[in-house]
């Protein structure tokens, strides 16, 4: 049975986010209203496996779309010919080094289709909060001092959230998710979310998980040991050929 309107989230930042069966049909995935950004309720959102996308001056809105995109973090696909690039471009890697940075451009890039941008200026301060508690991080790529791709997203437990990427550089995006998903992969974190499918990720290997074996999956994964409060220390300043699997 399915609702005609959205739950309306309490004032409190602890109440409990609603069951995501109840979330409607049309607009997929759409799940409450209201509330805040404050740190106490994303993480709970996160937990719950929902998360907030809504325009700058419009109501806070709450999604879980079933089904879920995902990816294993052993599986991302990079092709023969990138690689090669890669490897003969002096990229480096480094990670919660520049987080407001990426966030920014992820916000500033225009995108195909999309008039604008969700992560206004009250996301910005939200997850930029979220970074200096240590659990939103950034994995960011640069050639030199400029930074030419990035990626940011949220972690739980052993699972890790992904909210937006960017490239300056043709590419700079594609290497910052295969370099995340190896730092994922490595510190026991098989699967990463991307949210809701896109061409672009689909072809780099994202599967599509129906929403209840995803939140299955995250509870299980937010209770098991953290990854590091903070990537700058556990990840060195090294070229992405580095970073990337075998």
């Given at each position: 049975m399915n609702r005609h309107l959205p739950w309306r989230l309490a004032s409190d930042p602890a109440?409990?986010?609603?069951?995501?069966?109840?979330?409607?049909?049309?607009?997929?995935?759409?799940?409450?209203?209201?509330?805040?950004?404050?740190?106490?309720?994303?993480?709970?959102a996160y937990a719950e496996g929902a998360f907030p996308w809504f325009s700058q001056g419009e109501p806070i809105l709450w999604w879980s779309p079933d089904p879920r995109t995902v990816f294993a973090t052993d599986v991302v696909h990079l092709s023969r010919r990138f690689r090669r690039q890669l490897r003969a471009l002096e990229w480096d890697v480094t990670a919660d080094t520049a987080f407001g940075q990426v966030i920014r451009a992820c916000a500033s890039v225009p995108r195909p289709g999309q008039d604008g941008t969700w992560i206004g200026t009250d996301m910005i301060h939200a997850y930029t909060e979220l970074?200096?508690?240590?659990?939103?991080?950034?994995?960011?790529?640069?050639?030199?001092?400029?930074?030419?791709?990035?990626?940011?997203?949220?972690?739980?437990?052993?699972?890790?959230?992904?909210?937006?990427?960017?490239?300056?550089?043709?590419?700079?995006?594609?290497?910052?998710?295969?370099?995340?998903?190896?730092?994922?992969?490595?510190?026991?974190?098989?699967?990463?979310?991307?949210?809701?499918?896109?061409?672009?990720l689909m072809r780099m290997g994202a599967t599509q998980w129906p929403r209840d074996r995803f939140l299955a999956h995250v509870r299980q994964a937010i209770q098991r040991p953290m990854l590091p409060g903070n990537w700058s220390a556990a990840v060195a300043r090294l070229p992405v050929r580095h970073y990337l699997p075998d």
């Open positions: 109440a409990a986010f609603p069951p995501a069966e109840t979330a409607l049909r049309q607009p997929d995935g759409l799940l409450a209203i209201g509330g805040d950004l404050c740190p106490q309720r994303l993480l709970n970074h200096r508690l240590g659990h939103a991080h950034s994995v960011e790529v640069w050639e030199g001092p400029e930074l030419v791709g990035g990626i940011y997203g949220v972690a739980l437990g052993s699972m890790f959230f992904g909210e937006s990427m960017f490239s300056a550089r043709s590419g700079g995006s594609k290497a910052a998710l295969a370099v995340l998903a190896k730092l994922l992969h490595d510190w026991g974190a098989p699967l990463m979310d991307a949210q809701v499918q896109n061409p672009h």
